[in-house]
């Protein structure tokens, strides 16, 4: 029992001593849980919707539902939707036909916009049924009025021709009441009823039918269909991160790195050959990665897929890059898993796997500063719109510079180390 303790003792003692280590041990997860609690604990809202003239009616019960909705003309709502920032666009087509044209790549949205739309036409539906039902009652209430009124008539009619009849000869009085046969019988009056009064359904429901369009994808996308870029980039990142910041931890730890420090070689060309090797890697774990999940999985691509390869490429290569100067910061390789909750996490919670639409404005704006945001964004407008390079060229763009910006630091940490080691 005292070797348990013993050991015990040796291994609370090598934590204590270790401050990175504990503060990573109790910081790292704080930090992903407050995270969490702010998106999961932000409002639900409802999908953004975009009308161009629909009835009044119909637009009044849209706006008392809970989708964010945006009455516009017809080219900005087609340049809305193209742009994903509406998640449909709703028109009149013909005179009672409600025409809902979905952006299609998220299910869900999809499924909320016609939700709402569903409500709403049941809500106006039951108004009209409303003004039919009152339209109904003063038809039934003219029709009973016209009736008693042929009846009051027909009394008076009757008794002044019995009044002539009396004076009459019999034989001119029988055959006045034949000529007359049963203008006066008590049923004649009862035949006209509500009935014979037709009603149009359009003049109190502006729309009957609805029809619904898909400018990406269709009806047979499913929800991760949506999501299936956004795997593919959080995969590729992390793993390329994981590999490329332990490889470089452990040969520091064999002693691989120091004799690289006191040879001639500078801290650039260590760090271009590590990222050139990874690199190397990326693009076949890209290749695998994206041939399995096209063919077995059965993952949606309507754009280029050689831009498709080069995106994950960009990506695996600022995940070296990233692993590279975070490794800087390790000392064990266990250090660079607690280090994963830290750098890698947060981009995987802020990049596009949850819907940050009811998160606080801070928070979707500090997504904006991490690359996987922008490398998720790109796989999604490629394969799910089929966008080409100039439509994706800024998220492009932005994951090179994050690739040149982690090498830079990276370059300076090592330059730090070789001066340290030569002294």
Partial sequence: MTSVFAIVRRILTQFALDKRTLALLFVAPLVVLWLLSVILGADTVGPKIATVDLPAEFQAQLEQTDARITETDADEASALLADNDVAAVLSMEGEHTLKVELEGTDSTKSAAVL???????????????????????????????????????????????????????????AGLAEALGGLFDDDAAETLSAEDFSMNMSDYLPIENMETAYLHGNEDWRMFDFYGPVFIGIFLFVFTFITSGMSLVTERMGGTMTRFLATPV???????????????????????ILWVALTFIGFPNEGDLGLVVFTCITMSMVS?????????????????????????????????????????DWLAALSNFMPVTYGVDALRAVMLRGADLAAVGFDLAALWGFLALFFALAAFSFRKKRARTTR
């Fill in 115 to 173: 939700a709402v739309c569903a409500e709403a036409l049941g809500e106006l539906r039951g108004d009209a049924a409303e003004e039919m039902e009152a339209a109904v009652a003063d038809k039934r209430a003219e029709v009973e009025d016209a009736i008693e009124e042929a009846a009051r008539q027909r009394e008076e009619a009757q008794t002044a021709l019995t009044g002539m009849m009396i004076s009459m000869p019999a034989e001119a009085r």
């Fill in 266 to 288: 500078n801290a650039g060309q260590i760090l271009g050959g590590y990222t050139l090797a990874f690199g190397i890697l990326a693009c076949a774990q890209s290749a695998i």
């Fill in 320 to 360: 070296v890059a990233l692993g590279l100067l975070v490794s800087g910061l390790a000392a064990t390789p266990f250090q660079v898993i607690q280090l994963i909750l830290l750098f890698v996490v947060p981009q995987i919670l802020l990049c596009g796997l949850f819907d940050l639409s009811g998160a606080p």
